[in-house]
């Protein structure tokens, strides 16, 4: 089937109530951050006297809570933390989120689930007011019928990872939708869909890989906005159309 991110598919569909509630993941799905995170990152550490993470490195610590990754991956002291993620918060709030942009085509499959009546929401591990702060430099605040993330703290991240922000997305619209999915380009995207009973579609275009989504279990990946949109509309059963809000 080939169509635009923008093509009106539902119309060919009877019209009865089938509502979807589409969760996003932020950075690596729905926006690029265009080398903001990763060098915010090196020149945080730099400007502490810490080395400077191979890039197979840095592609990991974007997706986790920040202090999750400084931690674990690049091995930052407690002593320092503090100072490093405010001294990266600073750099990305000045010029990363203005120099990030929506990837190609995903805002457009956002546009068109909601005109077809889908409930659409941000689920991510940015702290929740960061998230709500990046939609609103990209234009793209008024596009979600809510957002959801980590706690604005950042030094104390939940233990569970992805699966609260999601469980919490999936209260504030129960009772709203007949089915829901998560799409994101981490396992931890997969793994916390899954460990609220959701399937999960991974994008390519994001900093995972087909290899780390096949460790976790995930269905077929989306390579382009098109095939995303597809695979999402997939979801809605056979003889039966779109919601309407």
Not at 52 to 59: F, G, I, T
Not at 96 to 116: D, F, H, I, K, W
Not at 179 to 190: E, L
Not at 215 to 235: F, H, N, S, W, Y
């Amino acid at each position: 089937m080939q169509f635009s991110a923008g093509h009106r598919l539902w119309e060919t569909w009877p019209v009865m109530n089938y509502r979807l509630l589409v969760l996003f993941d932020l950075d690596g799905t729905l926006v690029d951050p265009a080398g903001a995170i990763t060098g915010g990152i090196i020149g945080s550490l730099e400007a502490h006297g810490l080395s400077r993470p191979s890039e197979d490195m840095l592609r990991k610590m974007v997706g986790p809570p920040l202090v999750t990754s400084l931690r674990e991956i690049a091995g930052v002291s407690e002593g320092q933390l503090a100072s490093v993620i405010t001294h990266y918060r600073e750099g990305y709030r000045t010029r990363g989120m203005a120099a990030s942009r929506p990837y190609p085509g995903v805002v457009g499959v956002v546009e068109t689930l909601r005109a077809a009546g889908h409930l659409v929401a941000v689920a991510t591990q940015k702290p929740q007011g960061l998230a709500q702060e990046l939609l609103g430099v990209q234009q793209l605040a008024g596009l979600f019928h809510s957002v959801h993330g980590s706690p604005d703290e950042e030094q104390s991240p939940g233990p569970d990872g992805k699966t609260p922000i999601i469980a919490a997305a999936l209260a504030r619209h129960e009772g709203r939708y007949d089915g829901a999915i998560m799409i994101g380009d981490r396992s931890h995207d997969i793994s916390g869909a899954v460990a609220n009973g959701l399937d999960c579609i991974p994008v390519t275009w994001g900093f995972g890989s087909v290899e780390e989504f096949s460790v976790v279990g995930a269905t077929t990946p989306a390579t382009t906005a098109d095939a995303l949109l597809e695979l999402i509309l997939k979801r809605v059963p056979q003889g039966v159309g779109h919601g309407n809000l």
